[in-house]
């Protein structure tokens, strides 16, 4: 026994603490109340920190649309396996309805003693129907029906989480369509570095935004498959047609073990990858956009609407949402990493432990999908401030590489080419100038090879027109994949 006496603040709390505990027990006893629909080997009832903390009705509530969708499915392969009647079959579907329209009504409150969405919407079923309802989960196991609740859920969300997505892409490409004239500096090491168009860098995210719609729909590819008949872990003795429940559902395939079927999340744990490498993606477009928005860069305005202001500081107008989402991809890639945890080495097949897989996959979904849909309105109303761009793009060297380039045209090797012109940098910035504002008999100082042309390509609009290169920054060439895109942007099949 510990004999050392805490603070007063201290030794109040654990009382507080020992009375609570006592009252949960004697609500443990009176909340008995409800016989749990698996307590029949039971003798004494739950203590209510036990349920209370055994259960996942609070989150997994979300999951009764699918649940029902499942039940219905499985009644279907019930009647088809001998089990019920088609009378049986239609007062259980019949039931099921009730059950949702109760739900959706807000009739229906959820509470601890319900354990988990499952056991409530069976519970509720056999309330409105009699013993009848009891006969819904012959073949079956909570076990295979989350894991196929999961999966619907999961289906559904995916094609939302695109359909957004490729929303904020069309916004892109509209922007970069509707500003293809306008030049900024490009960036390596945040300096600038070369002359670029606006439409190029945005068309990056462009890029890579749907290589994350390809993850999401490849990892669909995981997700689509019906996991129900594998029953707790060994499968049903019952002549339960899996392809059947597949079909109805809407599956592309089945699973082909059910210890995989009831004891796998990796088709969970997958898109939280994919989720999290999205999330990296648009963070480095959130930073842009708080860059930018500065004054500092002055390259944008974001609109009042997507902005914050300041209680003390009345100038301020704070690029919240751009800082939320980089801030928020901290909580995808924690989601991530929580799960991965839960399933290390877990025992095959299912474990209690899998219960952790629901709120990091919902807050991961909830959470990429309210990014995804402010962003593009966000995009949509900001503001471009091309002179700000452009004077940027005039000022730090950008044509350097371009005055290396020509030495280069004019037969010195690169390396060579690059040292003078380093030369003629370091000179320009000891005396305040830039590459334009050089006469012809100081660039022939550095080299002969210098004629009256050396103005015209060091132009920042010639070195961005320059580069044509297939991929380059060139007008010509980003026209080109803006048409390309546009085309494929109407042809890209998104949703069920
Ligand atoms: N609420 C549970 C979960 O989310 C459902 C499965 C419970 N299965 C069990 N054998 N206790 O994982």
Partial sequence: ?????????????????????????????????????????????????????????????????????????????????????????????SGLGKVESEIVSGKFAFTPDMEDIHMAVEARLTELIGPLGGKLHTGRSRNDQVALDIRLYLKDEIYETVGLLHELNCT??????????????????????????????????????????????????????????????AGSPYNLDRKLAAKLLGFSAITENSLDGVGSRDFVLEFLSVASIAMANLSR?????????????????????FTTG????????????????????????????ALLTTMKALPLAYNKDMQEDKEPLFDTVDTVKSIYAVFSPMLKSLSIKREAMESAAARGFLNATDAADYLVEQGLPFREAHAVTGRIVAWCISRSKTLEEMELGEWKKFSPLFKDDIKKAISIKRSVDARKVYGGTARSTVKARLKKIKAGLTDLKVGK
């Avoid at 020992?18 to 039971?42: D, E, I, V, Y």
């Avoid at 439409?199 to 999401?216: G, N, P, Q, S, V």
């Fill in 172 to 233: 892109i490409v509209e922007i970069a369509d509707a500003n293809i004239d306008v030049v900024m500096p490009g960036y390596t090491h945040l300096q600038r570095a070369q002359p670029i168009l606006l439409a190029h860098h945005l068309l990056a995210y462009f890029e890579m935004f749907t290589r994350d719609i390809d993850r999401y729909l490849d990892c669909l590819d995981r997700v689509d498959i019906m996991p129900l008949g594998s029953g707790a872990l």
């Fill in 1 to 93: 026994m510990c004999k050392i006496e805490g603070p007063k603040g201290l030794r109040e709390s654990k009382e507080m603490v020992k009375k609570k505990r006592s009252l949960g027990k004697a609500t443990a006893k009176k909340s008995g109340s409800k016989t749990k629909l698996w307590a029949g080997r039971f003798k004494e009832v739950t203590n209510k920190l036990v349920e209370e903390l055994n259960a996942s009705i609070s989150f997994d509530s979300r999951l009764y649309a699918h649940d029902i969708r499942g039940s219905v499915a499985h009644a279907a392969v019930l009647k088809k396996a001998g089990v019920l009647t088609e009378a049986e079959r239609k007062r259980i579907v």
């Fill in 310 to 337: 300041s209680s003390i500081m009345p100038q301020k107008k704070n690029p919240d949402i751009a800082e939320l989402a980089r801030g928020k991809t901290g909580r995808v890639y924690g989601n991530l990493i």
């Fill in 285 to 305: 477009l959130a930073e842009e956009l708080i860059l930018w928005s500065s004054q500092e860069f002055g390259f944008i305005e974001l609109s009042d609407a």
